[in-house]
């Protein structure tokens, strides 16, 4: 067999999220290679890079001897569950190319709406129960995510790999979007106490351990949290309505929680809703690619 025959075997092998996730991991890492990383962290995530692609070639090695529903489910789910690694790794990037630009962003905010509507509305609503509304709102996004693919499960194996496809795709394309554009958004870019809100409460508590874990000042534009938000409500719809009904409400708190939190300006959340359509139809156009199928 020739190199390129084995190198098609074991493409062919591979699902699309894997090939994708395989893909994004080098791109990035040459991107890093030719543009550097700050803090000197390079080696160590080129280290993860190449533990991921490990996992990915065990998991589907263990596939092959034995093709279990539960190994195959795990494959197509690994891709989505690191994206918590993928998304704080932006920071590292995201001034590669341009300098900080969320001074542009303020200004947008105050010619737009008049005033800093980031700063304003929880300066305006400050009860505890509105700040916890919108904690739970803004947790509830992981909450979506996984329900869409646990739905798409339910319908057929098809829907399941469509479904976790065009989430990745997406996501992959708004971590692109924030090395490209340094946008760190008004809880890191603005001084204290304009900058903080309410530290009280359940959903308050757990909201804050979560961004120890996994939050870095990068990611602001546009609002990945309203782009994936709304592309999984779409995909629900066509798989439920009845669910779909029933989370719009969550959703609309969830938008209003990223400017209420102070992690996005207003303009970030306009910008989740125009964006949320164009990536997901480039990542239908990226899954109909012929090296993807």
């Known amino acids: 067999m020739t190199i390129q025959n084995k190198f098609t075997t074991i493409r062919e092998n591979l699902f699309p999220v894997e090939r994708l996730t395989i893909i994004y991991a ?32 065990a998991l589907k090695f263990l596939y092959q001897h034995k093709p279990a529903k539960i190994i195959w489910f795990v494959r197509n789910v690994f891709p989505i569950a690191i994206i918590a690694y993928w998304y704080p790794e932006t920071y590292y990037m995201n001034e590669s190319i341009f300098g900080n630009l969320d001074r542009y962003f303020v200004a947008a905010d105050q010619y737009l709406f008049g005033c800093q509507p980031s700063l304003e509305f929880s300066k305006h609503y400050p009860q505890i129960w509105i700040n916890e509304l919108m904690n739970f709102g803004y947790i509830s996004y992981y909450f979506i995510i996984a329900l869409t693919v646990f739905i798409a499960f339910a319908k057929s194996k098809k829907c399941m790999e469509y479904t976790v496809f065009i989430i990745l795709s997406s996501f992959f394309i708004y971590y692109i979007t924030f090395i490209i554009l340094p946008v760190i958004g008004p809880q890191f870019y603005f001084s204290p106490p304009d900058n903080t809100i309410l530290n009280e409460g359940f959903f308050r508590n757990t909201l804050v351990e979560l961004q120890e874990i996994g939050e870095k000042p990068t990611g602001a534009f546009p609002s990945s949290h309203v782009g994936i938000c709304l592309i999984c409500m779409y995909l629900i719809f ?47 156009k990226i899954q109909k690619i012929r090296f993807m199928k």
């Open 238 to 284: 066509r798989y439920s309505r009845k669910i779909f009904f029933i989370l719009i409400p969550v959703a609309f708190i969830l938008i209003c929680s990223t400017v209420y939190l102070k992690a996005h300006y207003l303009i970030d959340v306009v910008g989740g809703f125009v964006s949320a359509p164009v990536y997901f139809i480039i990542s239908q």
């Open 26 to 57: 080098c791109v990035t890492a040459l991107f890093m290679i030719i543009f550097g990383a700050k803090e000197n962290n390079l080696p160590m995530m080129i280290l993860y890079r190449i533990s991921f692609i490990v996992l990915i070639f």
